[in-house]
């Protein structure tokens, strides 16, 4: 069975660092793209952005680039997100998800993490 | 790269038919047809129920379909059931960056 489990609830100050993470199981974890999604409270799906375990290739949105960091480490199946100076704006649930695609191009996200809700507060 | 437009809500009665619909330009679809649907409930995670715009994942009731016509594209969901009330999502792969966006989102209710 795929899974994807995510790590728990963060409480954090503005300016401080966190890293958050996904792990993968019941699959090829390294060679399927992971994409972060945040979700702001009581507002919609953003995608932020989407990197390859396997290599670490990245491709971020271009609202995210910069303020993010993801990473992964494919010995364990785990992909990380990571923040080094949090902001209150960055309160929101985070998701990953498996991108799963017949090609090379495109792709759906079929699988997803139960989400790690962030807040951010002094 | 403007997130696809959808409409904030959508209602309907037990047994009837709602379409919702997901519009775009040009660059938010791309060349392709890479459009998916996710479905959420509150405080769970988004659900997958239509992927390349109108193919249903196993499991997923026939009751809902995808279609697309140039720059809009559309979730139907025929029958309605109290447990489809939750929020939809479209998404579309750009083949630019932002390489996905997700429209706004559509809170079905049920009556």
């Known amino acids: 069975e795929v899974q994807l489990v995510q790590s728990g609830a963060e409480v954090k100050k503005p300016g401080e660092f966190l890293k958050i993470s996904c792990q993968g199981s019941g699959y090829n974890f390294p060679n399927y793209w992971i994409a972060w999604v945040r979700q702001a409270p009581g507002k919609g799906l953003e995608w932020m952005g989407i990197?390859?375990?396997?290599?670490?290739?990245?491709r971020y949105s271009p609202s995210f680039q910069g303020q993010v960091t993801m990473s992964a480490d494919k010995s364990i199946n785990t992909a990380y997100l990571q923040w080094s100076s949090l902001k209150a704006s960055d309160t929101a649930m985070y998701y990953c998800?498996?991108?799963?695609?017949?090609?090379?191009?495109?792709?759906?996200?079929?699988?997803w993490g139960q989400g790690t809700l962030v807040t951010v507060s002094s | 790269q403007s997130a696809p437009t959808q409409p904030a809500s959508v209602s309907g009665s037990p047994g009837q038919s709602i379409t919702i619909s997901c519009t775009g330009t040009s660059s938010t679809f791309g060349p392709y047809n890479y459009v998916s649907w996710y479905q959420q409930h509150p405080g769970t995670a988004p659900k997958l129920i239509i992927y390349?715009?109108?193919n249903r994942p196993s499991g997923v009731s026939d009751r809902f379909s995808g279609s697309k016509s140039g720059n809009t594209a559309s979730l139907t969901i025929s029958g309605l059931q109290a447990e489809d009330e939750a929020d939809y999502y479209c998404s579309s792969y750009t083949g630019r960056s932002p390489l996905w966006v997700f429209g706004g989102g559509t809170k079905l209710t049920v009556l």
């Open positions: 998800a498996r991108r799963v695609t017949s090609g090379d191009l495109g792709g759906e996200f079929d699988y």
């Open positions: 390349d715009v109108s």
């Open positions: 990197m390859f375990p396997a290599n670490s290739e990245t």
